[in-house]
């Protein structure tokens, strides 16, 4: 079974820094990408941040230049360094993967809450 585990999410003040991570385990067919999305109160879930397995990656507008999503094959992990914090990025931040024959698999979500 597959299971994803994310953590590092937290309160920080506006301009501040999180870095997220979301561990693999289980089995799972060939990745094709890993990505985070997030969810704040009354909206529906977006992308933040998608990396194929080719390396491309996918930003959402509004963390371009401020979120970089990373992935460490040997650990099954995979990261989002958010920087540049704003109120609007809060959220409850879910981890996702997908595989090649297409199966979507979801973290139990972590939640992020920038304020002063």
């Known amino acids: 079974q597959v299971q994803l585990e994310e953590s590092g999410g937290g309160l920080v003040q506006p301009g501040g820094s999180l870095r997220l991570s979301c561990v693999v385990s289980?089995?799972?067919?060939?990745?094709?990408?890993m990505g985070w999305y997030r969810q704040a109160p009354g909206k529906q879930r977006e992308l933040v941040a998608t990396?194929?397995?080719?390396?491309?990656?996918n930003y959402a507008d509004s963390v371009k230049g401020r979120f970089t999503i990373s992935r460490d094959d040997a650990k099954n992990t995979v990261y989002l360094q958010m920087n540049s914090l704003k109120p609007e990025d809060t959220a409850v931040y879910y981890c996702?993967?997908?595989?090649?024959?297409?199966?979507?698999?979801w973290g139990q979500g972590t939640q992020v809450t920038v304020s002063s």
């Open positions: 289980g089995s799972i067919f060939s990745i094709y990408s």
């Open positions: 996702n993967i997908v595989s090649f024959l297409g199966t979507s698999y």
């Open positions: 990396r194929r397995t080719s390396s491309i990656t």
